[in-house]
């Protein structure tokens, strides 16, 4: 193969898992929602449909990135972040949408639906890893180092729980500080503004009703079942009946309106129900693969930079899966966080792939440093 054939520039590893986990999260979004759908819109395919066309959106845009060098995102961060708190700006206005919910996390363009929390995930990151990776910062003094990234998240992270949706703020707000960790915030830093946010994070988590009731629930779903509990009781009633290999796939009888949008945050349940604790190990192996591979590109990046964009979107990732993961089987209280490219819904499919177009690209430039380094 020719060394600078279009297929030698991919990562094979990424690219495989990445694809393994798209083609199973086609199937399982089919099986969970097509009685749903039939239901809903009278097309079985609506859901399957609608997830396809994302996949394939986010699979030009997937590639596309990984041709396009990575440091230009750090040329154009500030440009990032200010459409970023532009469209998180806009969910509050009339292009704003609920869709049925009692969250305002939508942009709704025509037929277009956009979240704006889940572009601010890659936002962030891009701006925090391009910032802290300036050399003129000075990391000893915090106005002149964390600061400003910290700042800025600050505001992202009000205007998302203001729709609410706590969850991925508290990702958000993560995914910065893990990158502002990597790039060499001191310990004392680290351990002051552990403390200092810790008031304000426990603030959020209880000053809603319902978001103590989840909590409540999380220490005994039972104390209310058919409210409440309910959903994560459903959940149980899932993944218990799966065994080792499952009812079959296609077979789960939890979707008959057992539990609430299992093509969404609970799919992993039916995951489980229909393809057994077996489906669920391989689910979460191939998962396990895409973090390892992705802190590896961190480790070998060429840069600074390369190296905490590549650490950032790798935790974003590993932080969804085990959030979702924690959240079905009844380890983490309830929250909405999708399973990353699996779960049904549009804008974390997109954002998530082009991700991984980047981290995919910053995998070719570390690879082809180590070469160089080689025939030194």
Do not use: C
Not at 167 to 179: K, W
Request: proline share 5%; charged share 10%; hydrophobic share 55%.
């Amino acid at each position: 193969m020719a060394a600078n054939s279009p297929a030698r520039n991919y990562d094979h590893v990424l690219l495989l898992v990445t694809l393994l986990l798209l083609a199973l999260g086609l199937i399982m979004v089919f099986s969970a929602s097509f009685v749903v759908a039939v239901e809903s819109t009278g097309d079985p395919y609506h859901y399957l449909r609608r997830q396809a066309m994302w996949v394939g959106l986010g699979l030009l845009a997937m590639f596309a990135l990984s041709r396009i060098h990575y440091k230009i995102y750090k040329r154009f961060s500030i440009i990032i972040l200010i459409l970023n708190f532009a469209l998180l700006g806009l969910v509050f206005s009339s292009f704003g949408s609920e869709l049925g919910t009692e969250a305002r996390r939508w942009l709704v363009f025509g037929p277009v639906i956009l979240q704006p929390s889940e572009f601010s995930k890659l936002a962030f990151v891009i701006f925090t890893a391009a910032y802290m990776s300036s050399r003129r910062l000075n990391l000893r003094s915090f106005w002149t180092g964390s600061f400003v990234p910290l700042f800025f998240v600050a505001i992202a992270f009000f205007l998302i729980q203001f729709q609410p949706d706590l969850g991925t703020a508290i990702v958000v707000l993560a995914a910065s500080a893990l990158v502002i960790i990597f790039a060499g915030m001191p310990v004392a830093q680290m351990f002051g503004l552990t403390l200092v946010s810790l008031p304000p994070l426990a603030y959020f988590t209880i000053k809603d009703d319902y978001r103590v009731q989840r909590l409540f629930t999380f220490v005994d779903p039972w104390a209310d079942p058919s409210v409440s509990g309910y959903q994560i009781i459903q959940s149980f009633y899932a993944l218990g009946p799966g065994h080792i290999f499952g009812a079959g796939l296609g077979r789960s009888r939890q979707k008959l309106f057992y539990l609430p949008e299992p093509q969404n945050d609970f799919i992993f349940a039916i995951i489980g129900e229909e393809l057994g604790f077996i489906g669920g190990v391989l689910v979460l192996l191939l998962y396990l693969v895409l973090i390892w591979r992705g802190f590896q590109v961190a480790q070998r990046a060429p840069d600074l930079f390369g190296s905490l964009l590549a650490g950032g979107i790798t935790f974003i990732i590993a932080a969804q899966v085990l959030i979702n993961v924690g959240v079905v089987t009844g380890s983490v209280p309830v929250t909405g966080i999708n399973l990353p490219l699996i779960s049904a819904g549009g804008s974390s499919v997109f954002f998530t792939l082009l991700s991984i177009g980047i981290l995919m690209n910053i995998s070719k430039h570390g690879r082809a440093a180590s070469r160089a380094q080689g025939r030194a």
